[in-house]
């Protein structure tokens, strides 16, 4: 699929405040969340503090519109030297979806995470998110792990 030439995939800025907030509110509404004030100023912060350990955030600008986020942290692994990389959030808005947002942010983490020398990018997804389910199996590997949240 070609990806249209007026997309950008760049970091996330303190200018994109209201834009952030109604792409992250788009995606919260997807998974019928709601957060408090609170939650999403701590988030905002968060993303643009640029400290190590903290959360990174990208735009997927088309055309000089927002359109679409994607939200990632860098940690320590047991299992590597290197640091893995978390995909925790990831959305573009329905109108946008199928013209390659999503594969963009993706593969903007990826590049992100290879510059940074994480050894490897995981992220989850509901079983009902068949849509994006769709593009995680070309994109990614699926593996046999189920999670477990405290009781």
């Avoid at 290197?82 to 947002?101: H, K, M, N």
């Avoid at 998110?129 to 405290?150: C, H, M, Q, S, W």
Wanted: hydrophobic residues 40%; contains cysteine.
């Amino acid at each position: 699929m070609a990806r249209p030439d007026n997309l950008l995939i760049r970091p996330l800025t303190g200018a994109d405040e209201a834009d952030w907030r109604r792409l992250w509110r788009g995606y919260l509404d997807f998974y019928e969340t709601a957060l408090p004030e609170e939650v999403y100023a701590t988030t905002l912060a968060r993303l643009l503090s640029g400290d190590k350990g903290e959360y990174r955030g990208l735009i997927a600008d088309l055309g000089g519109k927002p359109v679409g986020l994607a939200h990632y942290l860098f940690h320590r692994s047991c299992w590597s030297v290197g640091d893995t990389c978390y995909l925790q959030d990831l959305f573009a808005e329905p109108s946008v979806r199928g013209l390659g947002i999503g594969r963009a942010l993706i593969e903007a983490v990826y590049a992100a995470a290879d510059s940074g020398g994480a050894a490897s990018v995981y992220w989850m997804t509901q079983d009902f998110n068949k849509v994006a389910r769709r593009l995680y199996d070309r994109i990614g590997v699926k593996t046999p792990f189920i999670e477990y949240n405290r009781a």
